[in-house]
């Protein structure tokens, strides 16, 4: 009987670690930002994040009995993706256009590749890619902290749509386009740690997001490098552009995407060596679009163009097979 072994890349071990229990972590990595979120600005982000939730779950339960496929809205996929995708947009977010891109998510991004662990693309990214160039006025209404101070805006006489209601990549985009503006017009590190600024629900409030993130680590639900890589690269581009590091690290999406985003199992590398490249690449290519791009915002689409080498950085950087095929009795022979 001829039996030979055939030796595949990893990963071979199984764990008791269910897709549930990792999707509840994240949710519970989530809570503190989210928190913050409400407490900054409100019912309204509380009602977005529950319509956004609702969408995800209720659009992932009809096409599973649409398509007569097992339910699997219980592995808390679909409750993370609306949470996300509330937390990456504007408090003042209109209820229908959540509606609309919760259910982008789940069935165009994720269900039409196959369901989870088969969409190349983050579900919530691409939806917010999405509304933001479909409704680009309505994505870009910031809304005020509930305690945040006026801030100045003396000297700048150029505006989006009034500067009081800019978010801090806005005004240090202002800044750049008008070069004798000084910096004294944008917000504090304080400001910026604790959440005293314009912005996403769940983007805002740095301190939340580290808190988060630390938890997710202890949990060993994702690893250090993609989200250090991440930020470590967005410094150094941004300190050899003539950028603050510090602030651009903690304005914007910068934390949110790469402590939730980036380090999403199924649109990230496999292997560290692949992880370490897609983890720099998402930081340089946040700070060339915030830039040198027309957009203040980089994080989505440098998240969602890296998930796209994903599959060729995986397959650039497969590990040593363990194990050997055994030869057959007559190739031995020669």
Not at 237 to 250: E, H, I, R
Request: charged letters at 10%.
């Amino acid at each position: 009987m001829d039996l030979r072994l055939i030796g595949s890349s990893s990963p071979h071990i199984k764990d008791k670690v269910t897709t549930s229990r990792v999707m509840l972590d994240v949710i519970i990595a989530l809570l503190p930002a989210a928190l913050m979120g409400v407490i900054l600005f409100g019912w309204r982000a509380l009602v977005n994040i529950a319509i956004s939730i609702a969408a995800c779950v209720l659009g992932e339960y009809i096409w599973n009995r649409a398509v007569k496929k097992p339910q699997t809205i219980h592995d808390c996929s679909a409750i993370v993706t609306g949470l996300l995708l509330a937390m990456t947009v504007s408090p003042r977010t209109p209820f229908w256009m959540l509606i609309i891109g919760g259910l982008f998510a789940i069935i165009i991004v994720k269900q039409l590749f196959g369901g989870i662990g088969m969409n190349f693309l983050n579900p919530a990214l691409a939806a917010r890619a999405m509304m933001m160039a479909s409704w680009p006025a309505q994505m870009t209404a910031w809304q005020a902290p509930n305690w945040m101070s006026a801030m100045s805006t003396e000297g700048l006489t150029v505006a989006v749509d009034s500067v009081s209601s800019a978010t801090p990549l806005a005004l240090q985009s202002l800044i750049i386009s008008n070069g004798g503006v000084t910096s004294a017009q944008l917000p504090s590190y304080k400001d910026l740690f604790l959440g005293n600024v314009m912005g996403s629900i769940g983007e805002t409030c740095a301190l939340a997001l580290l808190i988060g993130g630390i938890y997710l680590i202890i949990r060993k639900i994702i690893s250090w490098e993609i989200p250090v890589l991440f930020a470590v690269s967005s410094m150094v581009l941004s300190l050899a552009l003539g950028l603050d590091p510090l602030f651009n690290l903690l304005s914007g999406g910068l934390m949110i995407g790469a402590i939730f985003m980036a380090t999403d199992y199924t649109t990230s590398p496999m292997t560290f060596k692949a992880r370490c490249i897609y983890a720099i690449g998402c930081g340089l290519l946040t700070v060339v679009i915030r830039y040198f791009g027309g957009y203040p915002e980089g994080v989505s689409y440098a998240i969602l163009l890296m998930n796209l080498v994903v599959p060729l950085l995986d397959k650039a950087f497969i590990p040593k097979s363990f194990g050997t095929l055994i030869e057959k009795k007559g190739e031995a022979a020669k």
